[in-house]
């Protein structure tokens, strides 16, 4: 089978000075894509900055007969993510992937959770994506091209304890990935999403540490850069990936219960094994296909 190549393309990959980020990165100009290497530099939780690990990545990327350059700023506000966009326009003229990677950690428990740890986090995961997706998007609509892979987690998708902060910003990238891919589609521009489970810095406190060698950062990146991919057809999709494993993780709908007659407290009690029937399951492709049964039931 034929190797998937990335020449031509522009890929802006942020929180690339470590783990996955950096893997992606390493991946996709191995592959032929010249790349902007994003990362502020500081620790997990957010704090201090250094140009010292996107430039170390951009070296490495080099090294290997690669192109790339370092884009040391902050995702987080409307000026960070401007100059990472303008970072690949003034580079190599274009842009047209984007892998929103970046992210922090401030863990309590929800009881001990600070508004301002709540803000901190959202601010890198959920608004860094979307301000650097949006600063992307003028230019991926008029050139009639894009990919972009956004990174969701277990944690958004499922929830876990002391992340209320990190879970929320999570799993609003699924519903921001899901709009991108409605708004692309007729652009050409594919938004999908992974909800990785590897061994990083960011993880290393979550994860059992003989799993770390199971758990690679290599394990994740094959699926991002193939979301990524000119060939890649599919939108709008969320992916768990990690240890070898790939799978897709659904939005899903069961039959319900309805009737014409207006709902009383009494008619939820008496048809609740119904309302959280599962079988069978449904998909809705969008908000109007969700809406489907309704729409049908009010005209009936």
Known sequence: MSELRYDGRVAVITGAGHGLGRQHALELAA??????????????SGAGSSAGPAQDVVEEIKKNGGEAVASPDNVATPEGAGAIVQAALDAFGKVDIVI??????????????SPEEFDAVIAVHLRG????????????????????????????????FGQAN???????LVGF???????????????????????????????PADFADKLGVEQVTPLVAYLVHESLEDSGEVYTVGGGRVARVLVAEGPGYGQK??????????????????EPLTVPADMGAQMGPLIQQLGS
């Not at 969701?152 to 929830?159: N, R």
């Not at 007729?186 to 938004?191: C, T, V």
């Open 166 to 172: 990190y879970s929320t910003a999570k799993m609003g």
């Open 31 to 44: 592959r032929g894509a010249k790349v902007v290497v994003n990362d502020l530099g500081g620790d997990r």
């Open 129 to 160: 994506s979307f301000l650097v997706a949006s600063a992307a998007w003028s230019h991926l609509r008029e050139q009639g091209y894009g990919r972009i892979v956004n990174t969701s987690s277990p944690a958004g998708l499922f929830g876990n």
């Open 261 to 278: 007659e207006t709902l009383s407290v009494e008619d939820v009690r008496d048809n609740w094994a119904a309302i959280n029937a599962t």
């Open 177 to 207: 990935t899901k709009t991108l891919a409605h708004e692309g589609k007729k652009y050409n521009i594919k938004a999908n999403a992974i909800a990785p489970v590897a061994w990083t810095r960011m993880t290393e406190d979550l994860l």
């Open 100 to 113: 929103n990677n970046a992210g922090i950690l401030r863990d309590k428990s929800f009881k001990n959770m």
